[in-house]
């Protein structure tokens, strides 16, 4: 969209608050949905409490490591920050309250006789369809259990197998450290040195992203005697997107097994796991999917067995076809509901809608941070290209500018500021950048004019 040729048609300042409300009120599709309405907003006041109770010395500066809205009451925040920990939804408490009280009312026999139609002992069958949809598979390759790492490990144990000449993992360099880790646990039960079984794949000098072609390129060198190939499906840091197909198609022709780790990239982009023939992925459901802290994320154990003979108690493990036949023990009541209460949401509409909605968003938060002059005191280090990234900036922060009142969310100069489509708007994206041009711009005053 070009957004100078619409602000300019209604006689409209690109950066105005009326041109932000135009957007809102005429270019939002997704607006008669009013799904921003589903959710629990922060207050002002209460970030900005948060805030002085974050503040802190160190190193001889002080930090304060929230945005800081001002103290204006009431009024929800601008909540840029989805990529870390998604909104509450409003039904989630609802749901939460209806499991206890299923849990005090009818005690073990919720297992099989729910008031709400929600069998624990099946509780995972409503987020599992949902989840399905979003991540692009069938529901029968989608397994809703454990905790992101745990789930990487799980995979791991089926998926990596090692020889004496295939045993090396691909990997993005500063993917997550908790991925390394889990990557290099692996590495090491096999009795492998990390240094030698993990390759990771470096942005070239001067750079920030991975170009495609030297992934491939380095896929296609070490690929006979590689046994995974295991990505990001969004950067955390940068928030470059990878190409999903493409790296498959690689490993693939390597004879190596490709996965995905796709924390940041469920519901945040479209997803097509069964199109593109991935052969693992794993996510948490606490940023984009609003499922909240800890959220539960997707081996085989008992849970993994049929269904009609679980309970035979005969030691003979009969596994579910697909996904579901890795599951482990019986998943948390609490945190599935909680997933399901922002399924719901996501149900009202498609990732197809979101992510056409969440383009137009970035596209307008990018065009705002680039008006703020030739020098200002940051760099954008996300792709530029739409189809290279998410919803999230990364904003690269000159050495200095930070100093004062302003601390990246990825120490030690890095902001990213996320719009997240579900509930995020075209003024929320505006006075985020008023904030952020009024905040360098008080640093350079008080950088020119230490005693004041």
């Known amino acids: 969209m070009d957004f100078n040729a619409l602000a300019a048609s209604q006689g409209l300042s690109l950066d105005s608050k009326a041109f932000a409300e135009y957007l809102d009120e005429n270019v939002d599709?997704?607006?008669?949905?009013d799904l921003r309405s589903e959710f629990e907003f922060p207050t002002k006041r209460s970030i900005h409490n948060t805030a002085k109770n974050m503040t802190k010395e160190l190193d001889g500066r002080l930090i304060t490591e929230a945005a800081a809205f001002g103290e204006a009451g009431d009024q929800h925040c601008v909540y840029m920050i989805g990529n870390s920990l998604g909104l509450q939804p409003k039904n989630t408490r609802k749901l939460l309250n209806e499991e206890l009280d299923a849990w005090a009312e009818r005690g073990v026999n919720a297992h099989f006789d729910h008031p709400h139609g929600r069998p624990?002992?099946?509780?995972?069958?409503?987020?599992?369809?949902?989840?399905?949809?979003?991540?692009?598979?069938?529901?029968?390759?989608?397994?809703?259990?454990?905790?992101?790492?745990?789930?990487?490990?799980?995979?791991?144990?089926?998926?990596?197998?090692?020889?004496?000449?295939?045993?090396?993992?691909?990997?993005?360099?500063?993917?997550?450290p908790s991925d390394y880790f889990a990557f290099s646990s692996q590495v090491q039960f096999h009795g492998l040195d990390p240094k030698d079984a993990i390759i990771e794949?470096?942005?070239?000098?001067?750079?920030?992203?991975?170009?495609?072609?030297?992934?491939?390129?380095?896929?296609?060198?070490?690929?006979?005697?590689?046994?995974?190939?295991?990505?990001?499906?969004?950067?955390?840091?940068?928030?470059?997107?990878?190409?999903?197909?493409?790296?498959?198609?690689?490993?693939?022709?390597?004879?190596?097994?490709?996965?995905?780790?796709?924390?940041?990239?469920v519901g945040n982009v479209e997803l097509e796991l069964h199109e593109w023939n991935v052969d693992f992925a794993c996510w948490c459901t606490y940023k984009y999917l609003n499922a909240g802290p800890g959220g539960i994320g997707t081996f085989s154990g008992w849970w993994g067995s049929d269904p009609s003979s679980k309970f035979a108690m005969d030691n003979v493990f009969r596994a579910v076809p697909g996904a579901l036949g890795y599951r482990l023990s019986n998943p948390s009541v609490v945190s599935t509901v909680s997933l399901l209460g922002s399924l719901q949401v996501f149900a009202k509409t498609s990732i197809k809608a979101l992510r056409q909605k969440s383009l137009l968003l970035t596209g307008y938060l990018e065009l705002l941070l680039d008006q703020l002059g030739p020098n200002p005191g940051f760099k954008i280090i996300t792709p530029r290209k739409p189809e290279e990234r998410g919803c999230q900036l990364s904003l690269l922060f000159d050495e200095g500018t930070m100093e004062g009142n302003l601390y990246g969310a990825r120490r030690p100069d890095v902001?990213?500021?996320?719009?997240?489509?579900?509930?995020?708007?075209?003024?929320?994206?505006?006075?985020?950048?008023?904030?952020?041009?009024?905040?360098?711009?008080?640093?350079?005053?008080t950088r020119s004019n230490p005693t004041q």
């Open 29 to 33: 599709e997704l607006r008669h949905l």
């Open 120 to 176: 624990w002992v099946s509780i995972d069958d409503t987020v599992t369809e949902e989840s399905a949809k979003i991540v692009g598979a069938k529901t029968s390759e989608v397994a809703i259990m454990n905790s992101l790492t745990a789930n990487l490990h799980f995979m791991m144990v089926s998926f990596y197998r090692p020889t004496a000449t295939r045993f090396k993992i691909i990997m993005e360099a500063k993917a997550f």
């Open 201 to 265: 794949v470096h942005p070239r000098d001067g750079e920030f992203t991975l170009r495609t072609e030297d992934i491939l390129e380095i896929i296609e060198r070490e690929g006979d005697s590689t046994a995974l190939v295991l990505f990001s499906g969004v950067q955390f840091y940068t928030g470059q997107r990878f190409d999903f197909k493409r790296i498959t198609d690689a490993g693939h022709a390597k004879g190596a097994v490709v996965g995905f780790d796709l924390a940041h990239a």
């Open 415 to 445: 902001i990213r500021i996320s719009p997240a489509p579900l509930y995020c708007t075209f003024q929320d994206v505006r006075e985020t950048v008023a904030a952020l041009a009024d905040t360098l711009k008080c640093l350079r005053l």
